[in-house]
């Protein structure tokens, strides 16, 4: 951004620091942010002559968007970035709607930032709640009596981490499967030790969709051992369908 002259707006529930002077942000409480959006939008569509729907009749345009305004305007090469707040809002559609139009009417393009080395890869794969399922939110609001937590430190984790405190301490159990001794030992029944990704084998898909297969860089240490190496024995001891694999091999092959 210093060295092409650019400039950067950012829309946040909080100051993030961008350690460089040319940066302006616009602070709003999380449920604002659609209506943020919406300003800068109408701005826009003012400053370029585009045309809206009726509903953006209703939105009034603060001094401080209009600033920004201009500087999106006046900008040359422009992108915008959705990132994994939003990507994790109840308005989401909404959001990356608006961050769309306004793409649009700038000429600019559209990217998404995910929360993860490997969100694309998790979609891939259909890593999601089938019919009947719990999604993650669902799953905190439902008091379960047990849950199963894989390489996570909930507080840091998740985008609710009180909640999910919250629903660990109600639980009658919690296995928990994790590279060190963190906050889990606070809440969990059971801690299994399982190696980071710096000791196994593994697979990436990064968001052009190109998959990137990984080693470990060192040996494993001490009695832990890789998650996918738990997670099968488990699987076979309670008599589960297609825990049969023994290595990153018979996985990758299936």
């Given at each position: 951004?210093?060295?092409q ?12 620091h961008?350690?460089t ?5 616009l602070?709003t409480?999380?449920s ?12 826009v ?17 603060s ?38 139009r ?11 930032l995910?929360?993860?080395?490997n969100t ?12 009947g399922?719990l ?18 430190e ?8 009180r ?14 499967l ?22 196994t084998?593994?697979t ?8 990137q ?7 494993t ?7 996918c ?26």
């Amino acid at each position: 951004v210093e060295k092409q002259d650019g400039q950067l707006i950012f829309v946040n529930p909080l100051r993030c620091h961008p350690l460089t002077s040319r940066a302006q942000e616009l602070v709003t409480a999380p449920s604002n942010m659609k209506l943020v959006l919406a300003q800068l939008v109408k701005a826009v569509a003012t400053m370029t002559n585009a045309s809206l729907p009726q509903a953006f009749d209703a939105v009034n345009v603060s001094d401080e968007i209009s600033r920004a305004s201009r500087e999106l305007v006046s900008g040359e090469k422009k992108g915008i970035f959705v990132g994994a707040l939003a990507l994790n809002h109840p308005d989401r559609s909404k959001i990356e709607s608006l961050a769309r139009r306004l793409a649009k009417m700038l000429g600019a393009r559209v990217g998404l930032l995910t929360e993860g080395a490997n969100t694309l890869g998790a979609e891939a794969v259909r890593f999601y709640p089938k019919s009947g399922g719990l999604g993650t939110k669902q799953m905190f609001e439902s008091d379960l009596e047990a849950y199963f937590v894989l390489h996570a430190e909930l507080s840091a984790d998740t985008q609710m981490p009180r909640e999910a405190l919250a629903a660990m301490a109600r639980a009658k159990t919690v296995v928990s499967l994790v590279s060190y001794k963190g906050e889990a030992s606070d809440y969990a029944t059971v801690l299994l030790p399982v190696s980071p990704f710096t000791e196994t084998h593994g697979t990436f898909v990064n968001m052009s969709g190109t998959v990137q297969e990984f080693g470990p860089v060192v040996p494993t240490l001490g009695s832990s051992r890789p998650a996918c190496k738990i997670l099968s024995a488990l699987g076979r001891i309670l008599g589960l369908e297609q825990f049969e694999f023994e290595n990153i091999t018979a996985v990758r092959e299936a």
